[in-house]
């Protein structure tokens, strides 16, 4: 079964009011489709989130004239090949080995966002192949797993009560989890609506937040005490983006509540220092954002071999079926609560995921389970 073509599908959805982090503002919902397809006619498709949309589709184009003719089942030789790409190599200026020069050292996060979408689209045609969901693949055997809504993004004229109502509508709907923006106003309006938020959603529902990496050391230890009193079961991304994992190791000794970290992590190298500094308690590779499923299951054994559970970000439909393969080493699968934030969602597959009682449930369609449809990739298609 050899890779014979790839296509790609960016699509774009304006969001209802813009929404912001303590990092950034969001004014659209955006996403890539990609789709192999193999010699003998089975199409597999990997979803990529990344900017810009058309410097990652051009990267997925390049590198499927590279990978044509390639085993399509052989994703580690297929990640390997285009991996090796971004380094020197003797003769690689020369062109050695009919491929190109070394790729550039700036385009790194886009080229390993493509990379993640052609490894996605491989696993999906690995279990086409075999007739079987790829967490049965990989030994797993239940259909469904722990998940959390995320929300509370910051909006113009929105009140303290606005969010927590949100949170509140979350844990209305089914979830025993929820995880909050914060760090976008300065530290005490932040815990008085972190106050607010956990009246709101009521003491045994989990309550996660996100910080988007606001601070310094320093700075972090007084957030998290300051937030302590409200049982805040992670600090997620806390530290500036500059800050290493012996920062985190500082950290994490003076802080009360346990740490999440890895969303933006390009490959399971930098992931390994972080988890074996000891400093995390969650990793949360993101497998449709930089290298795909190989990486993510590749940092999920050494998440396991050093008691770190993966809670891997967003991408129900991709990882789920990795928590599912690691029943014992994984805490939850990230969802969005409502559709301000999300706009696409799901809604390019027409028997995606479900979410009901606080779990995700996926099918046992093959593959990742991706059926299309192609109306809405249509309606939603970037130019």
């Known amino acids: 079964m050899k890779i014979e073509s790839i296509a790609v599908h960016p699509l774009s959805a304006t969001t209802a009011v813009p929404l912001s982090t303590a990092h ?18 089975i199409k597999g498709y990997g979803k990529v989130h990344g900017e810009p949309m058309k410097t990652i589709c051009d990267w997925i184009l390049k590198f499927g004239d590279i990978i044509k003719g390639m085993d399509a089942l052989g994703h580690a030789e297929v990640w390997e090949k285009l991996f090796l790409l971004t380094c020197p190599r003797p003769g690689g200026l020369q062109g050695s080995g009919g491929l190109p020069p070394p790729l550039p050292r700036s385009a790194r996060p886009q080229i390993m966002a493509a990379i993640a979408g052609i490894d996605i689209a491989l696993w999906d045609i690995k279990g086409k192949a075999a007739n079987l969901p790829v967490y049965k693949l990989l030994g797993g055997a239940r259909k469904s797993f722990f998940t959390y809504a995320t929300g509370s993004y910051y909006r113009d004229n ?27 106003a300065d530290m005490g309006e932040e815990v008085e609506r972190i106050a607010a938020i956990r009246e709101a959603i009521g003491k045994d529902t989990l309550f996660m937040l996100d910080m988007n990496a606001p601070y310094d050391v320093e700075e972090c230890i ?26 985190y190791v500082k950290l994490a000794a003076a802080s009360p509540i346990p740490l999440a970290h890895g969303e933006r992590e390009l490959t399971r190298f930098t992931m390994r220092d972080f988890i074996t500094s000891g400093a995390l308690r969650f990793a949360q590779f993101d497998s449709t954002r930089y290298a795909g499923f190989t990486e993510g299951l590749r940092v999920a054994h050494v998440a396991e071999q050093f008691n770190v559970r993966i809670a891997p970000h967003l991408s129900p439909e991709i990882h789920t079926h990795l928590c ?3 029943p014992s080493a994984s805490f939850a699968v990230e969802t969005i609560g409502n559709k301000v934030r999300d706009v696409l969602g799901l809604g390019i597959y027409k028997n995606g995921p479900q979410v009901k009682n606080g779990e995700v449930h996926i099918t046992d369609a093959p593959g990742f389970g991706m059926e299309i449809d192609w109306d809405f990739v249509n309606q939603y298609r970037a130019q």
Not at 168 to 181: E, I, L
Not at 234 to 245: A, N, S, T, V
Request: glycine share 2%; proline share 4%; with cysteine.
């Open 222 to 247: 007084r957030f998290a005490h300051a937030v302590a009193p409200y049982d805040i079961f992670w600090l997620e991304e806390p530290l500036h983006w500059y800050l290493q994992p012996s920062d």
């Open 324 to 326: 599912v393969a690691f």
């Open 158 to 184: 929105a009140t303290i009560e606005t969010y927590a109502n949100e949170m509140a509508s979350f844990v209305a709907n089914g979830y025993r989890a929820v995880k909050a923006k914060c760090c976008w």
């Open 24 to 41: 950034e503002t969001f004014r659209t919902s955006h996403f890539i489709l990609v789709e192999v397809t193999t010699d003998d006619g």
